[in-house]
Each structure stands twice: as structure tokens, then as C-alpha cells.
């Protein structure tokens, strides 16, 4: 794969990836190379996703050397593909460099893929029924490492057109870097994908939906909602003591009256521990009061979550609840389990 093998000899240059046209311009400008090189190097790197500069063969020689002299295209250290058996997902497992893991899964579906995408290395947010929550936090990507997992997932064959902040991380715990990327992301220069396709996933972090609202920055939302009552919440979310559901949802129903973009309410349903008529009447009353379509997802099982999924009578059952209360809802079928990439599995490579 061309670009992935990057030496940390390579780090003191400046990484081109990240920059936007604007940046890229100025900084052209002051190595005294035409603004319009700028434009070659972003089509090469994010229309034909080469990462070097010798193949950037409309630019003039003399000027690739000195950019190869200012600049690196740094990427990841390595990847690895997992496909899962029945062709609908492939888990990528990148290797930053650093070192440390993190990863990705690329979803198909008939006439799209979406690109699952991760914001951190880990997470410290410590929901119960995740295991990337289990594998601890090990720190926020740089805004290249979150276009990167694009890039690659470009590379490796798969145009994505559909974008979920719900792999790794908690993606308002990295704003900057979120955001850049997403702006990025969208640019008409690089993959041009709409925000309306874009979609960041949280576990309702109070101080930074306040920063969406103050920012006026509008994105179609997913929240995480774990259980609707909070003393129920807090043991399954720790986040619920200092980020109290109510204030959440208060919060997420300012935000929706300043734009129209989705708010989805994603809910894993756990055996025994939120999936009585009761929570679901809880979760109902929230998703009526926000407007808000819910997605059912039911519990992806692995050794090191101490919980069970509910039986697919039972999320039927929960599914045929809640449409009789008049709410939208969706069950997410799980893509890629067998190979760890389902929603709330990605952190495996990470466990050690
Ligand atoms: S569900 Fe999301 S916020 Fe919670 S631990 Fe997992 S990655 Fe972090």
C-alpha cells in the first residue's frame, strides 16, 4: 500500500494531510510555489488517494523535491483487513504511528458504504456494555487520523458516501479534531461528503452539546441513551453522575429547534437490565419528547462484557412496544460480528 510505511525519521516534516486549501495555499505562497499546486497536491491525495509525491506527476520536478524537503504525507504505520464471512463488513485495524491501535469497519450495503469511523484510541468514557470502553483510553486522534481511516478505506477499494462517528471514542470529547476532520471530509476538494450524511454518535456530553449549540455547528446526532432513568443509567453509563440524562435531553431538544438535521436515540438492549416495559416506556417518552427516530441495538456479546443480549422474541417484542406508542424505530442488525466489528465490539486489538 503506498504511503503506509512511514519512518519516524519522517515526523519533523510537516504532515500534509489535515491541511485544507486555504492552509495549503498560504503555506505554498510563503515557499514562494503557485497557490494553484495547492489544488494538484489535494485531488492527487484525495481524488486518486496517492499518498507520494513522486507520483504526483502533474506537478514539475524541481517543485516535488522541495515539497518532499517541507512536507510528509503521514499516514498510518500499518493495517490489517478482516472481512467478515458474509462480505458485509471489513474491520480495518490500524496501526498508528505510535503504535498504538485503533480501528474502523467499512459497512456495505446495496448501494452505499458507510464508513465507521473512530475519533479516539480507546475511550474513557466506560460504558459498561462496550468493549472499547473496557480497553481504556489511550488518547484523541489528530484530525489526519480520523480523515486517514477514509482515505484508507478509499484505498483498499470501498468509495465511502456515508459516515458514523461510532466507532472508537467518544468523538464531543474531541471536538477540535472531530470537526476539523468533518470539515475537511465534506470540502468539495477532498471526499465531498455531505454533512447530511455524516452522523457523530455520544454518550451526551453536556459541555461540548453546549458548544454545538453556541457554535450554531449542526450535524445529525446519535445518542447513546443506555437506560432513560438515570439511577438505572448511571451503572450501565458512569457518564450519567456528572452528565445528567435530563440536562442531556434538554440540551438535544434546544439544539433540534435550531436546525433540521436527524437525531437518532441509539439503545442497546441488555437482558435484565433495560429492557423492561417499564425502561421502554421511559425510552418512548423521551424519543416523543425529542422527535427523534430509535435505533434497537441488541447486545453484541463477547467474554469481556458480563452481559447478555435479549432474545429476538424479546426484542420484537421491544421493537413492536415502541411502534405502538407511536415512535419511530429501527432494529440495527448486526454487520460483522463474526469478526468483532459490530457496534460496541471494535477494541479488541486493543485489549492485549
Ligand atoms: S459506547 Fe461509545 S462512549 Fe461508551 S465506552 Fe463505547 S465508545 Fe466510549
Known amino acids: 500500500?503506498?504511503?503506509?510505511?512511514?519512518?519516524?525519521?519522517?515526523?519533523?516534516?510537516?504532515?500534509?494531510?489535515?491541511?485544507?486549501?486555504?492552509?495549503?495555499r498560504a503555506k505554498l505562497a510563503e515557499m514562494n510555489i503557485k497557490p494553484f499546486i495547492a489544488d494538484q497536491i489535494l485531488d492527487w491525495i484525495y481524488k486518486k488517494f496517492k499518498l507520494d509525491f513522486s507520483e504526483m506527476v502533474n506537478i514539475a520536478k524541481e517543485i516535488r523535491a522541495r515539497l518532499e524537503e517541507a512536507f510528509e504525507i503521514r499516514f498510518f504505520k500499518n493495517i490489517?483487513?478482516?472481512?467478515?464471512?458474509?462480505?458485509?463488513?471489513?474491520?480495518?485495524?490500524?496501526t498508528?504511528?505510535?503504535?498504538?491501535?485503533?480501528?474502523?469497519?467499512?459497512?456495505r450495503e446495496k448501494k452505499y458504504n458507510t464508513l465507521c469511523v473512530s475519533s479516539q484510541c480507546g475511550c474513557p468514557v466506560d460504558c459498561k456494555f462496550c468493549l472499547t470502553g473496557v480497553a481504556g483510553f489511550k488518547r484523541?486522534?489528530?484530525?489526519?487520523?480520523?480523515?486517514?481511516?477514509?482515505?484508507l478505506a478509499n484505498q483498499l477499494g470501498h468509495p465511502i458516501s456515508n459516515l458514523v462517528f461510532m466507532g472508537m471514542g467518544e468523538p464531543?470529547?474531541?471536538?477540535?479534531?472531530?470537526?476539523?476532520?468533518?470539515?475537511l471530509m465534506n470540502a468539495e476538494y477532498s471526499f465531498h461528503i455531505s454533512k447530511r450524511k455524516m452522523t457523530v454518535s455520544t454518550s451526551g456530553y453536556i459541555q461540548n452539546i453546549k458548544r454545538l449549540i453556541s457554535e450554531k455547528n449542526y450535524i445529525n446526532l446519535a445518542f447513546s441513551v443506555g437506560h432513560a432513568n438515570p439511577s438505572k443509567r448511571v451503572v450501565l453509563m458512569p457518564i450519567?453522575?456528572?452528565?445528567?440524562?435530563?440536562?442531556?435531553?434538554?440540551?438535544?431538544?434546544?439544539?433540534?429547534?435550531?436546525?433540521?438535521?436527524?437525531?437518532?436515540?441509539?439503545?442497546?438492549?441488555?437482558?435484565?437490565?433495560?429492557?423492561?416495559?417499564?425502561?421502554?416506556?421511559?425510552?418512548?417518552?423521551?424519543?416523543?419528547?425529542?422527535?427523534?427516530?430509535?435505533?434497537?441495538?441488541?447486545?453484541?456479546?463477547?467474554?469481556?462484557?458480563?452481559?447478555?443480549?435479549?432474545?429476538?422474541?424479546?426484542?420484537?417484542?421491544?421493537?413492536?412496544?415502541?411502534?405502538?406508542s407511536g415512535v419511530p424505530v429501527t432494529i440495527r442488525f448486526r454487520k460483522g460480528d463474526d469478526i468483532s466489528a459490530a457496534?460496541?465490539?471494535?477494541?479488541?486489538?486493543?485489549l492485549g
Open 140 to 151: 484523541n486522534l489528530e484530525s489526519y487520523e480520523i480523515v486517514g481511516q477514509i482515505l
Open 96 to 107: 498508528l504511528n505510535d503504535g498504538k491501535y485503533i480501528e474502523a469497519v467499512v459497512l
Open 343 to 350: 457496534c460496541g465490539q471494535l477494541g479488541e486489538s486493543c
Open 1 to 24: 500500500m503506498p504511503g503506509l510505511m512511514k519512518t519516524t525519521s519522517d515526523i519533523t516534516k510537516t504532515n500534509i494531510l489535515g491541511y485544507t486549501r486555504e492552509t495549503l
Open 172 to 183: 464531543l470529547l474531541n471536538y477540535d479534531n472531530v470537526f476539523a476532520a468533518i470539515n
Open 240 to 324: 450519567e453522575s456528572r452528565n445528567p440524562i435530563m440536562e442531556v435531553v434538554a440540551l438535544l431538544h434546544e439544539y433540534q429547534t435550531m436546525h433540521n438535521r436527524k437525531l437518532t436515540l441509539e439503545y442497546t438492549l441488555i437482558q435484565d437490565k433495560n429492557e423492561d416495559d417499564q425502561a421502554i416506556r421511559e425510552l418512548s417518552n423521551i424519543s416523543k419528547y425529542l422527535k427523534a427516530k430509535i435505533n434497537l441495538i441488541n447486545l453484541n456479546p463477547h467474554p469481556k462484557i458480563p452481559f447478555r443480549p435479549v432474545t429476538t422474541k424479546r426484542l420484537h417484542e421491544v421493537r413492536d412496544l415502541l411502534e405502538n
Open 80 to 94: 490489517e483487513t478482516l472481512e467478515s464471512d458474509g462480505g458485509r463488513a471489513t474491520k480495518m485495524i490500524i
